[in-house]
């Protein structure tokens, strides 16, 4: 398997963008989705589980849990930022030092919950 499959599991983002209503529509269907998704695949990991890195030198199935949760809260406030603020700018942030924080440790039922 090559490093990019590993790196890029689900492949990397293409940028298209809905062409039609019912295109965006399905779109949507499948975001709702994939809390329920999520929760149903990672419900009833153990820690050891949890703690398992997806790739050599990846991060940990429960990192990835957060990390989800963070990336959504992030996309989240950008998008409020920008309808409420006549300049706005994107604000990036480093998601390896965000996943590394002291609630990357914590239970996924947290970052579950919010999502």
């Known amino acids: 398997m090559d490093l990019d499959h590993q790196k890029y599991p689900i492949g990397k983002f293409d940028g298209r963008r809905p062409d039609t209503a019912e295109e965006r529509a399905a779109l949507i269907a499948i975001l709702r989705g994939h809390p329920k998704k999520l929760r149903d695949a990672v419900t009833d990991l153990t820690d050891e589980q949890l703690e398992t890195p997806y790739r050599d030198g990846g991060w940990t199935v429960r990192q990835l ?14 998008l ?24 990357g440790t914590f239970p996924i039922e947290l970052s579950l919950n919010l999502l």
Do not use: G, M
């Open 65 to 78: 849990v957060h990390h989800v949760c963070d990336s959504h809260l992030n996309a989240y406030l950008r």
């Open 80 to 103: 409020k930022h920008a309808l409420t603020e006549d300049d706005f700018v994107i604000k990036a942030y480093n998601q390896t030092n965000w996943v590394n924080t002291p609630d």
